[in-house]
């Protein structure tokens, strides 16, 4: 992976900027924001003090032509794509007595539609180079369903089976589709649960305490890096579900 190209989307969230720092030195990396340059330019900083190569690249991913842009930016530049981590989500949480359409559509259309863009993108740069390695981070509560999160946990069940279906489709070409469940983590995204809620979530795991951004991040370079392993589904905490 010495001279591999990464691309990670969200990369200006707290997870983000954890793979940032945990993939220093693998290879150019390409940071993907959307609105939030700022933090952005913070994740851009981080890897060019540690001598990495990096590149900032704004897209909307709800906006097909705009995640094409981003993706034929990043071929132009570096002419390849090794490894492609979709990590921008975003959470909007309501009951169903309050769930309008506006809200649902947001929610579907970066963590579901976005992450569909991301892969056929990636997908016909790979098929071409003759391979590659897509990491998509999903969550348990695809398995579980949660209260008030039925946009969020539909968008999280959609990407599962967008793992399995390109994972089969691409295996014979080469390409790696696997996707990982982080479990609760500190960042901007879990902020807006409850101290109540993050206790039980907490609790609902065997070893009693939650998941870490520098665990996960470490464990999606490790997983990387593997070459035998496609179609996959890694939980990252104790929760049993």
Known sequence: MSTSVTLITGGSGGLGQALCHSLCGVGPIGI?????IERGEESLRLLKAAGTESTLFT????DSKSVKKMFDDLLM?????????????VIDDHLYATLNEAAWDHVLDIN???????LREAGRIMKTQ???????????????GRIGQAAYTASKRGLIALTHSAAREW???GIQVNAVLPGLLETSMSASLTPAQKEKIVNENLLKRPSTLPEV??????LAQMKHVSGQIFNLDSRIY
């Open 130 to 144: 003759g391979g590659g390695h897509i990491v998509n981070v999903a969550s348990q509560s695809a398995f579980t």
């Open 217 to 222: 991040s470490g464990f999606i370079r490790h």
């Open 112 to 118: 579901l539609t976005g992450v569909f863009y991301c």
């Open 171 to 173: 295996g014979a070409y």
């Open 77 to 89: 530049k570096w002419q390849r794509l090794d490894l492609l981590i979709n990590s921008a989500g």
């Open 32 to 36: 993907h924001v959307h609105s939030n």
């Open 59 to 62: 897209a909307d991913l709800r």
